[in-house]
């Protein structure tokens, strides 16, 4: 298979630092290779995504600025909105295998219910519905949502950059793939979009580290590839928030309005990814040459804001 690479951003908002760093090891990881590299909008909630064709034509104008381009440029297939019918067959095949049953539980329920939240804000589902499908208790009037129910079983993935990581499914529990309102879940598209696509290599922040062992069972039940997963480090402001948190100026619009050049923006970003030693200023052709993985760091890493250029 081609080495294959991808950046999959929610343009729930303008690129922020943090977004295109992400961008930029993805697309560094697969080009100082000579792979491929895809663009997916991952626009599955467009009730919750307005401004669309705006923000995602603002996005491809940051990252062409930056120097990240994608090989076949944007397709209408590229967008998760326009892919319901692979989703929908994915969850066919799920259902076959006797692993997708109808939920109806309500959000109050469900808070109600469920085992204590994980320290990442996940609870795992307590089965109240799982335990009606098994008694073949008659449907409810109100759409169900569609969750999948997860064996007890560990799976471990050997990250690139944090390493052995593994957890049994059990923990995060049964999940939904499709809600009640027909929205199909953001870990059965990902998952599928990154097989079908071609996807062999999924670099993205360090905050979904604990989805990938359900996505990789996911794969794994609809007989899909699995790819090899990089999660780097996020970044956060020197006082150690999120950057995506800080207020405003840290979208690449603005750092451009405040007259820092391309080369600025990645010296800073290549110093986060451990790449230089120093936020100097650095260009795309250079760090393709001596991009190196290893020198990720493992942990968040704090990036100061670049001074305004006169
Ligand atoms: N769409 C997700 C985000 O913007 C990323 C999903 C992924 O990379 O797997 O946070």
């Not at 630092?17 to 991952?42: D, I, P, Q, T």
């Not at 335990?131 to 007890?152: E, M, N, T, W, Y």
Request: glycine share 8%; net charge negative.
């Amino acid at each position: 298979m081609e080495l294959t690479g991808r950046f999959a951003p929610t343009p729930s908002g303008y690129l922020h630092l943090g977004n295109a760093f992400c961008a930029l090891v993805a697309f560094l990881s697969v080009k100082s290779r000579g792979g491929r590299f895809l663009l997916r909008v991952e626009d599955l909630d467009r009730v919750r995504l307005p401004d669309m064709p705006e923000r995602t034509a603002a996005l491809l104008c940051d990252l062409a600025w930056l120097g990240i381009t994608f090989d076949g440029g944007l397709d209408p297939s590229d967008y998760q909105s326009a892919r319901g019918d692979v989703y929908a067959a994915a969850i066919e095949k799920l259902r076959s295998r006797g692993l997708v049953y109808p939920c109806w539980c309500s959000r109050a329920e469900l808070h109600a219910a469920t085992a204590p939240h994980l320290s990442d804000g996940r609870y795992a589902y307590s089965g109240t519905c799982y335990k009606r499908f098994l008694r073949g208790d008659p449907p409810d009037k109100k759409p169900p949502a569609l969750r999948v129910h997860v064996p007890d079983e560990t799976v471990g993935f050997d990250d690139l950059i944090a390493g052995h990581y593994e957890e049994n499914l059990t923990l995060g529990g049964d999940f939904i793939v499709r809600r009640s309102d027909g929205v199909f879940a953001y870990q059965l598209a990902v998952a599928v979009d990154d097989a079908l696509t071609g996807v062999t290599e999924v670099v993205r922040g360090r905050d979904l580290l604990s989805s990938t062992p359900a996505q990789i069972w996911l794969l794994r039940e609809l007989g899909l590839p699995v790819p090899q997963y990089a999660h780097i480090p996020l970044l956060t402001a020197p006082d150690g928030r999120r950057l995506s948190k800080r207020d405003g100026d840290d979208s690449l619009a603005s750092y451009r309005e405040r007259g820092c050049r391309p080369e600025d923006v990645l010296g800073l970003l290549a110093a986060a990814a451990g790449q230089t030693d120093r936020a100097e200023p650095v260009s795309m052709a250079e760090l393709l040459a001596c991009f190196d993985i290893t020198k990720i760091p493992k942990t968040d890493v704090a990036v100061g804001t670049l001074p305004p250029r006169i």
